[in-house]
C-alpha cells in the first residue's frame, strides 16, 4: 500500500473580473501519482506547470475539483478525526519562501515546537528537548533557538523550516522548490543534510523543482509535468533519456552544470585534422 496515493486529481482556480463572471483556468488535469514509504520522488516542471498545485493537493492544504488524495488507502475526505491529525503529523511541507513561511514574531525554538504543541502529546519540557535534538539534527547551534528569523540567514532559516517538518516525525516531507533560492554551496549542504535524515529516520520526499541537478542528485524517481499534466517518468539514472519536449527544455535550462551526466550520452567527436585546430590558443 502506498503511503499517499493521488488518482485523477483536477483542480480549477476562477480568474476575477470587475466586468463579469471570470474565467477558469485549469491548474492540474487527471494526474495519478503514488509514493511509497522511505522513497525520494522528483516532481519536476516549469514555472506555472502545476507542480505546487499538486503539492498543496497532496498536502491537504487545498481541495481537488475532481479526482482524490488517498492517505494509506483512505482518501482525505473519509479520515475522521484521529486518522486526519495523524495525516498532518505525517505529511510536512517545506515552501521555498522560509521568510513568509514563519511567523517573524516567534523564536526558533518556538517556530521549531509549533508542531510539536499541536500534533504531539509532549509536554513544555520535553518540547524543549525535542527542539534541542532537532537544531542538533540539522547542525544548528543550541544558541540560535532564542533568536528571531531576521537575525539568521537564508540557509540557516531554511534548516529551521526543516527541523519544524521534521518535529513531529513525519513519513512524507514534501519539499516545495525548499532549496531554490539558496547559491550552490548552501543547496549541496541542504541535501547533504536531506540524505542523512532519510537514511536515519526513514522518511519520504516528495521533491518539487525546476532543476534537473538536483533531480539527478537526489531523486530516485523523477514524475516531469507541463500544462497540469504528467508528461513524462524516468529513473534518477534515465534523465538524459527524457524526450518530451517540456524535459527537453529543463535539460536545456542546465546544460552547462550536468557535464558529467550528459558526456556519458554524448556522442565522441572525431579528432581534428587541422594542424591549425590544434594549437593552444593561449
Known sequence: MSLLQAEALTR????????????????????SLS????ETVALLGRSGCGKSTLARLLAGLEKPDAGKVSYRGTPLS????PARRAFRRDIQMVFQDSPSAVNPRFTVSAIIGEPLRHLTELDAAERE?????????VELPASI????????SGGQLQRVCIARALA??????????????????????????????????????LFVTHDLRLVERFAARALV?????????????GLAGLKHPASLLLRQAVL??????????????????????ALDPV
Open 129 to 137: 528537548a525535542r527542539v534541542s535534538e532537532l537544531l542538533e539534527m
Open 35 to 38: 509514493i511509497a514509504e522511505g
Open 225 to 237: 509535468m507541463d500544462e497540469g499534466r504528467i508528461v513524462e517518468e524516468a529513473g534518477a539514472d
Open 256 to 277: 552547462p552544470a550536468l557535464p558529467r551526466r550528459m558526456a556519458e550520452h554524448a556522442k565522441v567527436q572525431p579528432a581534428s585534422t587541422n594542424k591549425a585546430d
Open 12 to 31: 480549477r482556480y476562477r480568474t476575477h473580473s470587475l466586468v463579469g463572471a471570470g474565467v477558469a483556468r485549469t491548474a492540474l488535469e487527471d494526474v
Open 78 to 81: 473519509m479520515l475522521d478525526r
Open 168 to 205: 513531529a516525525g513525519p513519513k512524507l516531507i514534501i519539499l516545495d522548490e525548499a532549496v531554490s533560492n539558496l547559491d550552490i554551496h548552501l543547496q549541496t549542504a541542504a541535501l547533504d543534510l536531506l540524505s542523512q535524515l532519510q537514511r536515519s529516520e526513514a522518511i519520504a520526499y
Open 145 to 152: 533557538a532564542t533568536r528571531l528569523p531576521s537575525q539568521i
